[in-house]
């Protein structure tokens, strides 16, 4: 299985800011805005995680056990940019240091085999 769904800490861990034309249709935004709230004069924020534990609203199950983003094919960019750790043959200390809040072990090229 791929170490996403069985982890989901990135998504309850950092904020999730976006530009604000990527939740305009108008512009080709493919992403809800009632799923983000404003956060800077032309920013956006996953909602919930822009807030002392972050989680964002988009994010289903448990987080270390099994998780899902429900709104996956239509996520924003930043979402999309976080590589996994080994996930292409590069560490990640965004997904480490997500891990480490949840006490989950960093991934490893192993992870991936
Ligand atoms: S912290 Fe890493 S392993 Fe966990 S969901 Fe994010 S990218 Fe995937
Ligand atoms: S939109 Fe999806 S991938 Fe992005 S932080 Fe929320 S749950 Fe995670």
């Not at 560490?91 to 992870?111: F, I, K, M, V």
Request: glycine share 8%; charged share 15%.
């Amino acid at each position: 299985m791929h170490p996403c769904l069985t982890c989901g800490a990135c998504c309850a861990h950092y904020r999730v800011s976006l530009h604000w034309s990527e939740a305009d249709p108008a512009l080709g935004g493919r992403t809800p805005v009632a799923l983000t709230e404003p956060c800077g004069p032309h920013q956006l924020a996953m909602r919930g995680t822009w807030q002392a534990r972050p989680h964002c609203i988009a994010l289903t199950g448990v987080v270390g056990e099994q998780v899902g983003c429900s709104i996956y094919p239509d996520r924003p960019a930043p979402c999309r940019d976080l590589q996994a750790a080994w996930e292409h043959g590069q560490p990640s200390s965004q997904c480490d240091r997500a891990r480490q809040a949840y006490g989950l072990e960093p991934l490893t090229p192993a992870s991936w085999s």
